[in-house]
């Protein structure tokens, strides 16, 4: 089912997936690396599983994505990591932000699961065992207050390069005609 999404609510879609990309310890800039995308959306059921696992394979990124259960929503309700492994790509709903103090990185949890989710190397996604040690309620409610707080910062400008890709739709309909340059470096 597409959720019919007005500007205001596409600013507060973008700003919330945009503090999670920062709190996470992802630049906000484009790099010349990009492998995960930042995105958000609809609640995660089966149908919206499937489109997320599509468009991860076609775009060759893993994402992180901002599950919403309306548009009138204050937060997401969950977010979900799509995360493309050697032959499938993995759907994991509802995982929380926890957050391991009030500067380092957050984490992506999957407690169902028994695992998490971090900005490694290069700006890969990596995907690793076990669960932080440490309070896990209060990382959680010190991970929420600093997404909202980055979210309530962000300008009130949709940045361009956004695209609104119906179900079904191939990705690269819906690219901004204008590309960034990438910067080569000779050594």
């Given at each position: 089912m597409e959720m019919h999404v007005p500007i205001h609510h596409n600013l507060k879609f973008q700003n919330y997936a945009l503090a999670i990309r920062k709190e996470l310890g992802f630049p906000l800039t484009p790099m010349a690396n990009e492998s995960v995308k930042f995105t958000a959306g609809g609640e995660v059921d089966v149908m919206r599983r499937i489109e997320l696992a599509r468009l991860a394979e076609e775009m060759s990124r893993d994402f992180i994505y901002c599950a919403w259960r309306s548009v009138t929503a204050k937060t997401p309700a969950s977010v979900a990591v799509v995360?493309?492994?050697?032959?499938?790509?993995?759907?994991?709903?509802?995982?929380?932000?926890?957050?391991?103090?009030?500067?380092?990185?957050?984490?992506?949890?999957?407690?169902?699961?028994?695992?998490?989710?971090?900005?490694?190397?290069?700006?890969a996604l990596e995907r690793r065992a076990g669960l932080p040690a440490k309070n896990l309620s209060k990382g959680k409610r010190l991970a929420l207050r600093r997404v909202r707080s980055a979210a309530a910062a962000r300008g009130d400008d949709l940045l361009p390069g956004n695209a609104h890709v119906p179900n079904g739709a191939r990705w690269a309909d819906h690219r901004p005609q204008t590309q960034n340059e990438t910067i080569v470096r000779l050594c």
């Open positions: 995360f493309r492994e050697e032959h499938l790509v993995d759907v994991v709903g509802n995982c929380t932000l926890w957050a391991p103090d009030e500067d380092a990185p957050l984490v992506l949890l999957n407690e169902r699961g028994g695992e998490h989710f971090v900005r490694g190397a290069r700006n």
